[in-house]
């Protein structure tokens, strides 16, 4: 199983970045893919999670309406369009595979099986 994150970089207050994940070695579309990101003394936190079966999107308040999550089933890669970017969202930023999720469980990190190595967003 491999997450390959990508299209981290640095950018100024108020640009936009697309964020790539592609994903093998698992059954791609049946699962629920989400963005993480970590700063550097914060703890790991999900806020956008994506599930094809339902067709439903998640979001924290925090990205709302600045950041959309799709998918490509065909291509096996997640996106993450972040735009009007902030310094506060300045981290390491994940991709990450549940069986399935739910408004009960989308943020919950422990759900989630499979995991990236991140890549890096510096917002200044």
């Known amino acids: 199983v491999q997450l390959v994150e990508s299209g981290g970089a640095s950018v100024q207050a108020g640009g936009s970045l697309r964020l790539s994940c592609v994903a093998s070695?698992?059954?791609?579309?049946?699962?629920?893919m989400g963005w993480f990101r970590q700063a550097p003394g914060k703890e790991r936190e999900v806020f956008a999670a994506?599930?094809?079966?339902?067709?439903?999107?998640y979001y924290l308040d925090s990205v709302k309406g600045r950041f959309t999550i799709s998918r490509d089933n065909a291509k096996n890669t997640l996106y993450l369009q972040m735009n009007s970017l902030k310094p506060e969202d300045t981290a390491k930023y994940y991709c990450?595979?549940?069986?399935?999720?739910?408004?009960?469980?989308?943020?919950?990190?422990?759900?989630?099986?499979?995991w990236g190595q991140g890549t890096q967003v510096t917002v200044s």
């Open positions: 994506l599930y094809s079966l339902d067709g439903r999107s």
């Open positions: 070695g698992f059954t791609y579309p049946s699962y629920c």
């Open positions: 990450a595979a549940a069986g399935r999720c739910s408004g009960g469980n989308w943020a919950r990190a422990s759900d989630y099986t499979y």
